[in-house]
């Protein structure tokens, strides 16, 4: 396995279709910086800069990114635009909106044609917390620090829940 990601260039890109996504997005930073993994967050919308996304996306790799989460609401198209224009992973997260709750969102990246694949977490804070689990998850298959520092939070997350178990048997509150 690579121990290479100590360096700088971001290796993982957090696209939104709009400023306001950020609220939620943040959650995403949070779990990149918790594993100290390089990254950079950008506004492109599919639909109002076409031109940019195209430019983004055909260029990522050699940038150095690995892996891009995407952030779109009603229409959602960002996360499929660039999964057609890269090889790289994509993954998608879908935003609340006012009209449909985000179930708009979820279809619009869920139902990809065939050949050019979206991974899509949950709607809102929670998806954007797994897009950045799941993007440190495809890191750690070629990076052992990474590999290792996963594979602590989920023993971190089983002690919670055993002791959070061992509380409410003794009689205790949550």
């Known amino acids: 396995m690579n121990q290479g990601m100590e360096k700088t260039t971001p290796i993982v890109a957090i696209v939104m279709g709009s400023k306001s996504d950020y609220e939620v997005m943040?959650?995403?930073v949070g779990v990149l910086k918790e594993f100290g993994v390089t990254h950079e967050v950008r506004v492109i919308s599919a639909h109002r800069t076409p031109d940019r996304a195209l430019v983004f996306a055909t260029g990522a790799e050699e940038q150095g990114i690995?892996?891009?989460?995407a952030a779109a609401g009603k229409?959602?198209?960002l996360a499929g635009v660039l999964a057609s224009l890269?090889?790289?992973?994509?993954?998608?997260?879908?935003?609340?909106?006012?009209d449909l709750g985000g179930?708009?969102?979820?279809?619009?990246m869920v139902q990809m044609p065939a050949g050019i694949p979206v991974g899509t977490v949950a709607i809102g804070k929670a998806g954007a917390k797994n897009a950045a689990l799941l993007a440190v998850s495809i890191l750690a298959l070629s990076d052992t620090r990474l590999c290792n520092e996963l594979k602590s939070f989920r023993q971190r997350m089983r002690e919670d829940v055993e002791a959070a178990d061992a509380e409410v048997r003794q009689g205790g509150q949550i």
């Not at 890269?86 to 006012?98: A, K, N, Q, Y």
């Not at 179930?103 to 619009?108: E, G, K, P």
């Open 26 to 28: 943040k959650e995403s």
């Open 103 to 108: 179930l708009d969102s979820l279809l619009s």
């Open 75 to 77: 229409a959602a198209h």
């Open 66 to 69: 690995k892996v891009i989460i």
């Open 86 to 98: 890269t090889i790289l992973p994509v993954i998608g997260v879908p935003m609340t909106t006012s």
